[in-house]
């Protein structure tokens, strides 16, 4: 698919994202897909030829380049990695809404019977990798920064169950202050 055309295909994967979100894989129905997208049925499966299990893997490599291009990248780079870090965590706060947006790949995560196992799986370790590498090139031990960034991800994901459960978004900015001053950043005032 073509840079183009894949842009042209962002809002209606966004928008199915967000169904996706809201309504989990076995809830999500054809009809709150068409009244989310603005598209019949029609369309849909002209876009979307093998129906709600492509929609899903499109939506999951979507998040995938997204993740990848604002936040795994940055935090490889080796000129500054303090820099990527700060990056990660106000790219990962806008992605989620400052902490009123579910995350997609955790979800997923937690179907067992989901055929996007080996995605969601290189999405968690993608993060992981990268942060830990730009920990460690901040100057930690390579098996504290191993576990910092296993400590991060996983408490991000807690974090936005959390927000999510307690309806308190707050939790999930009050969880990114908390690690930025576990890697020695200075915090910005809470939203």
Same mark, same amino acid.
């Given at each position: 698919?073509?840079?183009?055309?894949?842009?042209?295909?962002?809002?209606?994967?966004? !928008?199915?994202?967000?169904?996706?979100? *809201?309504?989990?894989?076995?809830?999500?129905? =054809?009809?709150?897909?068409? %009244? !989310? %997208?603005?598209? #019949?049925?029609?369309?849909?499966?002209?876009?979307?030829?093998?129906?709600? +299990?492509?929609?899903?893997?499109?939506?999951?490599?979507?998040?995938?380049?997204?993740?990848?291009?604002?936040? @795994?990248?940055?935090?490889? +780079?080796? +000129?500054?990695?303090? !820099? #990527?870090?700060? *990056?990660? @965590?106000?790219? %990962?706060?806008?992605? @989620?809404?400052?902490?009123?947006?579910?995350?997609?790949? #955790? =979800?997923?995560?937690?179907?067992?019977?989901?055929? @996007?196992?080996?995605?969601?799986? !290189?999405?968690?370790?993608?993060?992981? %990798?990268?942060?830990?590498?730009?920990?460690?090139?901040? #100057?930690?031990?390579?098996?504290?920064?191993?576990?910092?960034?296993?400590?991060?991800?996983?408490?991000?994901?807690?974090?936005?169950? =959390?927000?999510?459960?307690?309806?308190?978004?707050?939790?999930? =900015?009050?969880?990114?202050?908390?690690?930025?001053?576990?890697?020695?950043?200075?915090?910005?005032?809470?939203?």
């Amino acid at each position: 698919m073509t840079t183009s055309s894949r842009r042209d295909r962002d809002p209606v994967l966004q !928008a199915i994202a967000e169904v996706f979100r *809201r309504h989990g894989y076995e809830g999500t129905s =054809l009809s709150r897909l068409t %009244t !989310a %997208t603005g598209l #019949g049925k029609g369309s849909l499966y002209n876009l979307f030829p093998h129906g709600k +299990e492509q929609m899903i893997a499109e939506v999951l490599a979507h998040i995938q380049r997204w993740f990848e291009t604002e936040i @795994f990248v940055p935090l490889e +780079e080796t +000129e500054n990695p303090s !820099a #990527g870090i700060e *990056r990660m @965590f106000r790219s %990962t706060e806008q992605y @989620f809404q400052s902490g009123q947006r579910i995350c997609l790949m #955790g =979800l997923m995560a937690l179907d067992g019977d989901t055929p @996007f196992g080996t995605q969601i799986q !290189a999405y968690f370790s993608d993060w992981q %990798t990268a942060l830990a590498s730009a920990i460690y090139k901040s #100057g930690k031990p390579q098996e504290e920064a191993t576990d910092l960034a296993e400590e991060i991800v996983s408490g991000i994901q807690g974090a936005l169950v =959390l927000a999510h459960a307690q309806s308190d978004a707050g939790i999930f =900015l009050r969880r990114m202050q908390s690690f930025r001053r576990r890697l020695g950043f200075p915090c910005g005032r809470l939203q």
